[in-house]
Every structure is written in C-alpha cells, then in structure tokens.
C-alpha cells in the first residue's frame, strides 16, 4: 500500500466556490502533515502545515482525522490563481518525506 | 529570495557525458534530498542525507551518486548520461525535528540527447 494516496482528479470549479481534498495515509505513527501547493513545471511550495487535529490560515483549513488516518484540504472562495497541483505529505517511513501525484486543481472563471 | 539553490536551471547535454547537478543551501540544514519527478508524475527520491558524509539511496534506483562534503552543499553527478535520465531534477532540505517541512530549489530540468 502506498503510504499516502490522493485523488489525481483534476477537481473543476468555478471561481468562488469551496473545494475539499483527501488524502489518506498508511503509516499510523505519523505525527505531523504538510501540504505543499506546485505549480506546473515549477518545485512544491509549502502551504500548510498539520501538526495536531488541523490548521486554518486565511482561506485554507487543514484537517487531521487519527482514527481514519486521512487529512483534508478545504479551500474557500477559490481563487483563478489557486489553481495548481496539492500534494499531501506525511513523513513517511525514517521520516523521510513521500509524495504522491498530488490533486490536480483548475479554477475558472 | 531563495535559501536554498540549484545550478544550472536548465542543462542539455549529450549521451555519455559527465553531469554534476549542484545544489547549496544557506540555512544550516542536517538533511537533504534529491527528488527527481517527470512532467504530471509524483516526485520519486532518489538519494537522501542525513548530515555530513550521509548519503543514502532512495526509492528509485538510480544510476547517480551524491555526496555530502560540507552542510551546505549536496552535488548529484550523473557518470554517463543517457536520455532515460531526462527529467527534473529537485532538491530540498529540512532542518530542526524530524517532522520539519521540506524547502525545495528551483529544479534542474535535464535534456540528454
């Protein structure tokens, strides 16, 4: 089993709307999450960072589920410029970050 | 302003030829990473550090090699390249806790024809 799996999608909504991403993990263990935003053709960019239940930070909410072992990313009134691939990222096994292919996002207008 | 960088940005270069992709980070971090990650494709890592003379191979088998002479400093050198090794190139480190985020460089987009 992968250690974290995300929907690829691309998820389409239009500007304004709220949007939510799963990502589930395999590594019970793990203590903290980090989502990471990239753009295409461009290096993952830290967005948030889930180090207890969850996070809120402007238009983002992270939250952490234990007992299910998934986080989610809420984003509200989307933006043109949200879109760009999410990627989940547990520390993974040695606490050696793994990445998945990450939830393709497109706002439009 | 970047805390961490790769040289060159982009590279195309012949099959057969020696490549060092070079990455520095100004931040004091212990670990290090090389990811390499094709276009709409996952990040894979291939090489990782834990300090000084640490070097350690990832996931995905590689036929590079790295090292880890000073903190700030972690070169890839490909020996002889070949156009399977066409891909991006990225490299990240973390410091402090183990469960510290990841800071990436700017990425090397190789081209071996």
């Known amino acids: 089993r992968k250690e974290v799996e995300q929907d690829p999608g691309p998820f389409n909504v239009p500007e304004g709307a709220t949007v939510a991403f799963n990502c589930t993990y395999s590594n019970s263990a793990s203590q903290s999450f980090f989502w990471y935003r990239q753009d295409c053709r461009k290096e993952p960019k830290l967005l948030m960072s889930?180090?207890?239940s969850g996070n809120e930070d402007g238009r983002f909410t992270a939250q952490l589920n234990r007992a299910s072992q998934y986080i989610s990313l809420l984003i509200r009134d989307s933006k043109l410029s949200d879109s760009a691939t999410y990627l989940c990222v547990p520390p993974g096994g040695s606490y050696i970050p793994t990445f998945g292919r990450g939830t393709s996002l497109i706002v439009h207008p | 302003e970047a805390d961490i960088y790769q040289t060159p940005r982009y590279l195309v270069i012949g099959t057969g030829k020696k490549i060092t992709l070079e990455c520095s980070q100004t931040m004091g971090h212990d670990k290090m990473y090389w990811y390499q990650q094709d276009p709409g494709m996952e990040l894979h890592l291939i090489h990782y550090s834990y300090g000084v003379n640490s070097t350690e191979k990832g996931d995905l088998s590689s036929e590079s090699t790295v090292s880890r002479i000073r903190t700030e400093h972690f070169p890839l050198t490909l020996e002889s390249a070949r156009p399977s090794h066409t891909s991006q190139y990225l490299c990240?480190?973390?410091?402090?806790?183990?469960?510290?985020?990841?800071?990436f460089g700017n990425g090397t987009r190789l081209t071996v024809t």
């Open positions: 889930v180090y207890s």
């Open positions: 990240a480190s973390s410091g402090g806790a183990h469960n510290s985020p990841l800071h």
